[in-house]
Antibody, heavy 122, light 107 residues
């Protein structure tokens, strides 16, 4: 059974940085996504990364600020968050894509981790 | 960006009744639609993908239908554990957008 566990969230000042981690079991051959959810709102897709880490994609609102990477030896996917803003405050989830293609994710998500909270405030 | 619109915002049903939730896409997404269930304090759980394919372990009372811009999630005979928020999500075009959710609550 695939399990994902996020960590690395916290309280940070505007302009600050955080690195989120997603430790997974059984997902080294899969695309992995980051999705965030602000309180009382629907989820919002943030980024994804291919199984070998060579292909990545981002939502426009994080381009140039966030970077996704992975270390398959450590079965971990990372999301580096830089230049954080108040509107980045959310619960950040990682989620597995069922695709094992080198080039094409399916872009539907399951399972998800339990999330890690990012709060940006002065 | 494709905008996903769900209706109604809240649906009140009694246990054992049928629930029908709707999702509309701002442009055609073929059958590239997923449904998720989210309970308070939990992560979303995948129910349906490709508009009508149930994910592993999802009970048969959940079914999805639709194509193009109009989609439906039907829960036949709602059980107590089904009261939750449901989200649709298009997986056709970047960025992969979600609806704002429908809350299914007890009448």
């Amino acid at each position: 059974e695939v399990q994902l566990v996020e960590s690395g969230g916290g309280l940070v000042r505007p302009g600050g940085s955080l690195r989120l981690s997603c430790l997974g079991s059984g997902f080294n051959r899969n695309w992995v996504h980051w999705v965030r959810q602000a309180p009382g709102k629907g989820p919002v897709w943030v980024s994804h990364i291919s199984p070998d880490g060579s292909l990545t994609s981002y939502a426009d609102f994080v381009k140039g600020r966030f970077t996704v990477s992975r270390d398959n030896a450590q079965t971990t996917v990372y999301l580096q968050l830089n230049s954080l803003r108040a509107d980045d405050t959310a619960l950040y989830y990682c989620a597995r894509d069922h695709s094992t293609s080198a080039f094409n994710p399916y872009n539907w998500f399951g399972p998800w981790g339990q999330g890690t909270q990012v709060t940006v405030s002065s | 960006e494709i905008v996903m619109t769900q209706s109604p915002a809240t649906l009140s049903v009694s246990p054992g009744e049928r629930a029908t939730l709707s999702c509309r896409a701002s442009e055609s997404i073929s059958t590239k639609l997923a449904w998720y269930q989210q309970k308070p304090g939990q992560a979303p759980r995948l129910l349906i993908y490709a508009a009508s394919t149930r994910a592993v372990g999802i009970p048969a009372r959940f079914s999805g239908s639709g194509a193009g811009t109009e989609f439906t999630l039907t829960i036949r005979s709602v059980q107590s554990e089904d009261f939750a928020v449901y989200y649709c999500q298009q997986h056709n075009n970047w960025p992969y957008s979600f609806g704002q959710g429908t809350k299914l609550d007890i009448k």
